[in-house]
């Protein structure tokens, strides 16, 4: 690698942004992943320009299937390289790349935050309507990944942001139709948030298909107040167990823990 200088930006830069990205696939295939970042780190550093998405996907991809997955490793690059994006396409595709990694190894809440600063920054969008009689979640041109870690914060916003005004609304998911899926009419989004909807939230939220509209699905507000109930009892509970801990530190331990774990549910779970 070298400094680029003005003449030979544009056609040299391109080419050498395709033998970093062959070179970052080669390192990450011989377990070589901190090779492949110091290459763009420097790359970075020497050249001052963007690395190609396609060698930061290989290598979020390579950390996240670690022995032990280098979620901060994701996170801290990810930061980086947004933070000097040289346009929103390209702040856009770093966030899925990196949140995509951290879906995939099931580092879920790293995801989910990672998603927040993306939103934060303007780099992801948040389409989240509150209408009438419902509130709407529109999933239109998201990655199973960033679908995942949207509908989760969303929920948790809602939560948060309940109130007795707000509690007969039910919430519409919409997913689309999978027109423009690989097998055409076979949706990808709906089945995956129908699937975390039953796994990953406790009690379980059930959801269904929309009438007349296949392209989305419904939750009633009796399923989200369950849902609500359940977290806010959950909630309590462990607040007053910590004021105990405070006097009796020791004998609470064990009772926080498994507190702790009802609150979460399994480690998917909300």
């Avoid at 390579?62 to 930061?79: D, G, M």
Wanted: charged share 25%.
């Amino acid at each position: 690698t070298y400094i680029l200088t003005d003449e030979y930006k544009g056609y040299e830069s391109e080419r050498l942004g395709e033998v970093l990205t062959m070179t970052v696939k080669r390192l990450c295939k011989e377990f070589q992943s901190a090779w492949a970042l110091r290459s763009l780190v420097d790359w970075m550093e020497w050249n001052e320009m963007n690395p190609p998405i396609g060698a930061l996907a290989t290598l979020f991809n390579a950390l996240s299937k670690s022995n032990v997955p280098q979620c901060t490793e994701i996170i801290s690059l990810c930061h980086t390289v947004s933070s000097a994006a040289s346009s929103e396409e390209y702040s856009y595709a770093v966030y899925t790349s990196a949140i995509t990694a951290l879906y995939n190894c099931g580092a879920y809440d790293d995801a989910d935050e990672l998603f927040l600063v993306g939103v934060g920054t303007g780099a992801l969008k948040w389409p989240l309507l509150s209408k009438s009689s419902y509130i709407q979640l529109d999933l239109h041109g998201m990655s199973s990944a960033i679908a995942h870690s949207f509908v989760r914060c969303a929920l948790k916003s809602i939560l948060e942001d309940r109130t007795a005004n707000t509690s007969d609304l039910h919430i519409v998911i919409v997913t689309g139709r999978g027109i423009h899926s690989k097998r055409k009419y076979r949706p990808i989004l709906r089945p995956e948030v129908q699937r975390m909807l039953l796994e990953e939230f406790y009690p379980p939220i059930n959801s269904s298909t929309l009438r007349k509209n296949m392209g989305a699905i419904r939750i009633d507000s009796a399923d989200v107040n369950a849902w609500y109930d359940n977290q806010h009892k959950q909630i309590k509970k462990r607040m007053l167990i910590l004021a105990d801990i405070l006097k009796s530190p020791i004998k609470r331990l064990v009772l926080l823990k498994d507190v702790t774990k009802d609150l979460k549910g399994p480690s998917t779970r909300n």
